[in-house]
């Protein structure tokens, strides 16, 4: 099968898998009767355990393994694990299920974008091109799974991501290794600390993370938010699927945009629209409203995305590009949405769904601004 079939249908199956777990647990585990901090506690475990696991699995795979070794272990790991939620009722039982379980799904990400670049060779900037089969496959997971909670229990939130999970495993290792050069190994430590006092990378992490803290904060609490607002389990699939389609047009996009425009502006960009993002969410009461809203997420998370994974490719050694795309993941999609998931259920807790969005503006907004002015 040619390169580029293989390459979207990975991020097709991969991420409808992910469109079948994420966004619903936190419906799973309010039909435990657990508490919004709970909740919160419980989803901020993830993201804690991202910034561990995340640069470990990135180092080893730079030294010792290959990017489809890596994927096979932890993929069939993640597909196993993942029955903690299912299986345990207690919040102990259940922090201690999801430590082990994002232990090894945290880096199946930043793993496999760094596969895919690797594949791209001088061809980075057509990644969107490819990245956006992702979002394809988790609208279909998304709508599929909202349908499936109508109407039957939360086991098929885990059983559908272990069966597709495998399935995108499978078409992972079809997909060409490319070969390291053998001294590479020789410059890793070298590179790490350069990496560690490049202060263009250091102020990227510093405003990624802010980013994504609110971003994690939505992601945690945005299907509670609209079962508040009155909204049904088919319509809130709906919501997340229209979300991740509006991507599409983006990611199709982010080679002439990369060519266009400095990953600086591409990136304030996307920050302030998703500062006014959650502010219009602060002012909605109906939950059709989000369905609109849903469609900035291009704007938003879609242009970030692509325009931070090009940097950090673009920033890196050739020594340690599985490792910058895992550092990247670990603070800005690991400590930031953990900060945010343990903000959100403290904020939601004391002022409430409409008060912890205005924060989340804010911080998006200032972040901007203050990345923005930055040498």
């Not at 419980?42 to 699995?57: A, E, K, N």
């Not at 901007?368 to 040498?375: M, Q």
Request: hydrophobic letters at 50%; a positive charge; one cysteine or more.
């Amino acid at each position: 099968m040619k390169q580029k079939y293989l390459l979207g249908m990975y991020y097709f199956f991969y991420f409808q898998a992910i469109g079948f777990l994420i966004p619903f647990l936190p419906l799973h585990l309010a039909s435990r009767s657990f508490s919004s901090d709970q909740i919160g506690l419980i989803l901020s475990i993830g993201p804690l355990v991202m910034i561990f696991s995340q640069p470990l699995w990135g180092i080893w795979t730079d030294n010792y393994l290959s990017p489809q070794k890596t994927l096979k272990i932890t993929m069939l790991m993640a597909l196993i694990t993942v029955w903690g939620y299912y299986i345990f009722n207690l919040a102990i039982f259940l922090i201690f299920a999801a430590i082990i379980f994002f232990f090894f799904q945290s880096p199946i990400t930043p793993i496999s974008d760094s596969l895919i670049l690797a594949n791209l060779e001088k061809n980075t900037s057509n990644f969107g091109i490819y990245r956006l089969w992702g979002s394809i496959g988790f609208a279909f997971g998304v709508i599929i799974m909202g349908k499936i909670l109508e109407f039957f229990s939360t086991i098929w939130i885990f059983s559908t991501y272990g069966l597709v999970l495998l399935i995108s495993l499978f078409v992972a290792l079809k997909i060409p290794e490319k070969r390291k050069n053998k001294n590479s190994h020789l410059n890793f430590s070298t590179d790490i600390k350069r990496l560690f006092t490049d202060k263009k990378i250091i102020y990227f992490l510093l405003f990624g993370f802010l980013v994504q803290t609110s971003f994690g904060a939505n992601n945690s609490f945005f299907s509670l938010f609209f079962k508040y607002l009155g909204g049904n389990t088919g319509s809130l699939g709906w919501a997340w699927a229209l979300a991740a389609l509006s991507e599409v047009p983006i990611f199709s996009t982010a080679q002439k945009a990369l060519h266009k425009f400095p990953h600086k502006k591409l990136l304030c960009f996307a920050a302030l629209i998703y500062g006014m993002r959650w502010l219009i969410h602060n002012l909605i009461t109906n939950p059709s409203y989000l369905l609109i809203i849903s469609l900035t997420q291009g704007l938003t998370f879609g242009i970030f995305y692509f325009a931070a994974v090009d940097f950090i490719n673009t920033s890196t050694p050739s020594s340690i590009k599985t490792t910058g795309q895992t550092i990247f993941g670990a603070i800005c999609f690991g400590l930031g949405p953990m900060t945010g998931s343990l903000m959100a259920g403290l904020l939601v807790n004391w002022k409430g769904y409409e008060f912890m969005y205005t924060i989340l503006g804010i911080v998006c907004i200032l972040a901007a601004v203050i990345y923005y002015r930055t040498e």
